[in-house]
């Protein structure tokens, strides 16, 4: 099932939003977000995370590839442009402060490419907050792991991949703990850095 036809049932799961409402508590503890703040949320889907953070800054941008994860996100009420576009392809008219994302990463195959281009989306001083999973088996996705790139990422491959593409002081930390039906615990990470002053 896609996930468009997966769109209006996407927020009734009370693990999802357990997970975006410790994705964004994590995130608030680690930036020191502020109202004039413009942030891309890559890979909003239904605004999960987006609908947290968006009371904390100036405004948000959601990009995701499916038009129906987006029209359920149009439903919040705030400051909110949306976009539906692969991230690599997104070319925004002004860089923005900072960039978040939750369970998007290991979706995407070129995650050195990911990072080279999240710089460049990103004004000097800017961050990324992402959050996916640690090293699992390939058990997580129930519904099998057509589109999954990766299962899951080690600190070292991040910090390695952010440093290599220009960005410093990456910090990797296990923010959350999801236990599923098949009576398996998956970690999360939230995975931040920061684009130099001047590179």
Known sequence: MSFDQRAKTWDASMRRQALATAVANAIKEKIALN????????????????????????????????????????KIEGAIETYQSDILSYTP????DGIISSMTLHHIED??????????????????????????????????????FHFGFEESTLKRLAETNGFINSDYQIIHTIEKE????????????IKPSST
């Open 93 to 96: 008219s002004e860089p923005f």
């Open 35 to 74: 109202n004039s703040m413009r942030l891309l949320d890559m890979g909003a889907g239904t605004g999960l995370l987006t609908r947290r953070i968006l009371p904390h800054v100036q405004s948000i941008t959601a990009v995701d590839t499916s038009k129906g994860m987006l029209e359920e996100l149009k």
């Open 111 to 148: 995650t050195n490419g990911l990072f080279k281009h999240l710089l460049k989306l990103l004004k000097p001083n800017g961050f990324i907050a992402i959050a996916d999973l640690a090293p699992e088996d390939g058990t997580f996705h129930t519904h099998g792991n057509e589109g999954v």
């Open 182 to 193: 098949n009576n398996r615990s998956y970690d999360i990470f939230l995975f931040t850095a």
